[in-house]
Each structure stands twice: as C-alpha cells, then as structure tokens.
C-alpha cells in the first residue's frame, strides 16, 4: 500500500527558515514524482512544483518559483519542501502527493500525505 | 501564468445531474484531472486522462471535453457528493501544471 507521511504541524515567525517533510512508503520511492500543493485557509488548491527523486528533476509553477525548494532524499525515501526566509503568508495547508501510473506520463496525484499545517505568526 | 477557470458553485438536488466546467487554453493539448475534496480530508482523484475513472470511483463520475473546456458530469448526485472539485492540468509546453479555482458542489 502506497502511503505518504508528512512531519507535523508547525508555528514559526516571519523571516524564520522551515524545511516540512514527506516519507513515502509502499513503492519504489526513486521511480515516481511526489509533489506539493498549497492550500491557504479557505481557499483552494495550488500546485507549487513537483521532483522525480530518481533524478532529482525539479519543476516549479512561475508562481512558487524562487519562494520555496523542493527536494528528496532517496536514501530515506523523504521529499523535502523548504523556505528560507517565512512570510505570513506562507500560512496554508501544505500536502504532498504522488504521481499515480495510471495517467502514464501525466503528472496526476494518485495518493496524498495527511497535510502539514504551516502557521507564521509575530 | 497559466489558470484554468472553474465556476465557484453549482447546486444540486439529491437524484439529479451537475455538470461541472473548466476552460483553458492549452485543454485541447493536455489531458486533465480531477479530484474532489471535501472538508478536513486531502483530495481525492476521481477522474484522470479526461475521460478515464480510477479503480473505486462510482460510475456516476464521468468526464468529457471539447475544445477549450473540460466538464465533470455526476450523474444521480447523492448527498455524499457534497464537496469542493477541482480540475487539474498542464501549461502548453508541459512544464508545469495547475489547479482549476474550484467548485463547490451543494446538494439541496
């Protein structure tokens, strides 16, 4: 079974740096793009980038470009999503999610980690 | 940046059909996906490749396309199909993707 397990939720101030992980478990972790997904309260959906761990290809939407960094660990089977430097507004539910094969070269989620709440507040 | 257009709402009583649409440009040359949330709980694909159903997911989901716009059909709406939908998609040169604004299904 495919599982996604995210770190826990997080308050941190503005201008502090944070790095949320998600370990996967179940499949060949090196094999699949994991991604993460904004989701700000009450708002909808964001797709802010995605990485293929076996490669390390990385992809960002122009939107989060420069904002965050994704990365992996294949050692660990863990991807990484960081900030260097937290505003207010990186409050938000973050999620990761897996590509699934069935969409073949498409990157479609399939399985989703649990959310990780992000909360930046003086 | 790319976005993909969906309507905030579309109400519903129990038994009948809600139709669901997403406009693009570049919806002629990428497939889209798309996935229902509902609240508290991470999202959930229900249809992938336009057209296709996921293992598990009710028949009454069905997804269709023409030109630029994309529509998600639930067909005998039942209560539990109350939720937040979202259409999902790439950019013309498939470097990235995007999710739709999203649609709350109401079931009267």
């Known amino acids: 079974e495919v599982q996604l397990v995210q770190s826990g939720a997080e308050v941190k101030k503005p201008g502090e740096s944070l790095k949320i992980s998600c370990k996967g478990s179940?499949?060949?972790?090196?094999?699949?793009?994991i991604g993460w997904v904004r989701q700000m309260p009450g708002k909808g959906l964001e797709w802010m980038g995605i990485?293929?761990?076996?490669?390390?290809?990385?992809r960002y939407s122009p939107s989060f470009q420069g904002q965050v960094t994704i990365s992996a660990d294949k050692s660990t089977s863990t991807a990484y999503l960081q900030w260097s430097s937290l505003k207010a507004s990186d409050t938000a539910m973050y999620y990761c999610?897996?590509?699934?094969?069935?969409?073949?070269?498409?990157?479609?989620?399939?399985?989703w980690g649990q959310g990780t709440l992000v909360t930046v507040s003086s | 940046s790319y976005e993909l257009t969906q309507p905030p709402s579309v109400s519903v009583s129990p038994g009948q059909t809600a139709r669901i649409t997403c406009s693009g440009d570049?919806?002629?040359?990428?497939?889209t996906y798309w996935y229902q949330q509902k609240p508290g709980q991470a999202p959930v694909m229900v249809i992938y490749?336009?057209?296709e159903r996921p293992s598990g997911i009710p028949e009454r989901f069905s997804g269709s396309t023409s030109g630029t716009t994309v529509t998600l059909t639930i067909s005998g709406v039942q209560a539990e199909d109350e939720a937040d939908y979202y259409c999902?998609?790439?950019?013309?040169?498939?470097?990235?993707?995007?999710f739709g604004t999203g649609t709350k299904v109401t079931v009267l």
């Open positions: 999610a897996r590509q699934d094969g069935i969409c073949g070269g498409g990157l479609c989620y399939g399985s």
């Open positions: 179940g499949y060949s972790f090196s094999s699949y793009w």
């Open positions: 990485i293929y761990p076996g490669d390390s290809e990385t």
């Open positions: 570049a919806l002629p040359k990428q497939y």
């Open positions: 490749k336009d057209s």
């Open positions: 999902q998609s790439a950019d013309s040169s498939n470097t990235y993707y995007v």
